[in-house]
């Protein structure tokens, strides 16, 4: 076993070890601790819920949290909200724990690598159709690609395509580069201006984590909308 710890640009380039074909990168160690963290942070959370009038501390964080989501997404969709919860919560709080953890000293958020924000616009990318198909049918959310006539089809695949890029692309562009102007101001400035930027930095990570999961929910309800105003349209009709 070989072990490396060479700080590069990306965090894919910090090996941490080596056996044999494997190789375990930094993207992989803190993405599995990100997921690790969430995970025992909802067990803990969710396993003394209570609905008394006096409740804990953290269920109070998480109501006001999940409340969030869902207005957030409510204002999206007509209805049917909680069943978009799950995807769009999931995504939010990743991204946002990725990135609130960047003032512990070794730390690389996961989402400053192209490879996490790839995944994470991937599953964007597959979410839209499933939930499409969920609400539309398989074959009333292919019609979509045929508006207004089977000549944009095309162009809606390729709009398809150019939306998770440009996902992928923003979220890392913007942390990879926040990440890289502290780490200059840490190296040849003083004490006090990098930490303003470590707390500005704070919070676009968490503006990131908004933008990302508004515009997923943006997509996935783009591809239900047409579908729900078109049902409550034939019902006007028909009354």
Known sequence: MEVVAIHQIS????????WGFVTVNATLVYTWLIMAFLVAGSYLVTGQLSTDRQVSRWQNVLEVI???????????????ADSYLVFIGTVFLFILASNLFTFIPGYVAPTSSLTTTAALAIMVFFAV????????????????YFQPNFIFFPF?????????????????????????????LLAVTPLLFPVVMQVLGLLIGLIQAYIFAILAMVYIAS???SHEETGHETNRNHK
């Open 66 to 80: 999940v409340s969030g989501i869902r207005s957030e997404i409510g204002d999206m969709v007509k209805e049917g």
């Open 11 to 18: 965090p894919d380039q910090v090996i941490l070890f080596t």
């Open 156 to 184: 809606h695949v390729m709009g398809e395509f150019s939306r998770t890029l440009a996902l992928a692309v923003r979220l890392f562009g913007n942390l990879m580069s926040h990440e890289k102007v502290v780490a200059i």
């Open 129 to 144: 159709p499933l939930y499409g198909i969920t609400k539309q049918g398989i074959l009333g959310y292919l019609k979509e």
């Open 223 to 225: 591809a239900t909308q």
